[in-house]
């Protein structure tokens, strides 16, 4: 299975893809929402993405609506992972058309909890 990882800090971009890697993911990366619609058009079909709210160029909520304008991008699983906490936030970035919302910092079992119940792994 295939994963996008979404966020301009390369540290959390290193973060995501070790852990979603140790859960047998293949993972692609990208510093902002421009570059993620970029890899989705360059042929990348992951089953999930992880997605950073706070980006230059592309913000993760724009990339969540524009990904969910797409029906060939219809059946991505889009978490966000995001410092942003305030429920406004979470009801926007759900509304929006995100499965699920992770606030940062996480731990390695929050996310995997929320694949899990997502149903893209097993443990």
């Not at 989705?40 to 990339?63: K, S």
């Not at 699920?100 to 792994?121: H, R």
């Amino acid at each position: 299975m295939q994963a996008l990882v979404v966020d301009d800090s390369r540290v959390m971009r290193t973060i995501l893809t070790k852990l979603l890697t140790g859960l047998n993911f293949d993972v692609v990366q990208a510093g902002d929402g421009a570059e993620a619609l970029a890899a989705l058009d360059a042929g990348a079909r992951p089953e999930v993405a992880l997605v950073d709210w706070n980006m230059p160029v592309m913000d993760g909520l724009t990339f969540i609506k524009k990904v969910r304008q797409n029906p060939e991008y219809r059946d991505v699983v889009l978490m966000m992972v995001t410092t942003e906490s305030e429920q406004n936030n979470i009801v926007r970035a759900l509304a929006a058309g995100a499965h699920e919302y992770v606030i940062k910092p996480f731990t390695d079992e929050v996310i995997a909890e929320k694949l899990e119940m997502l149903g893209l792994i097993e443990r």
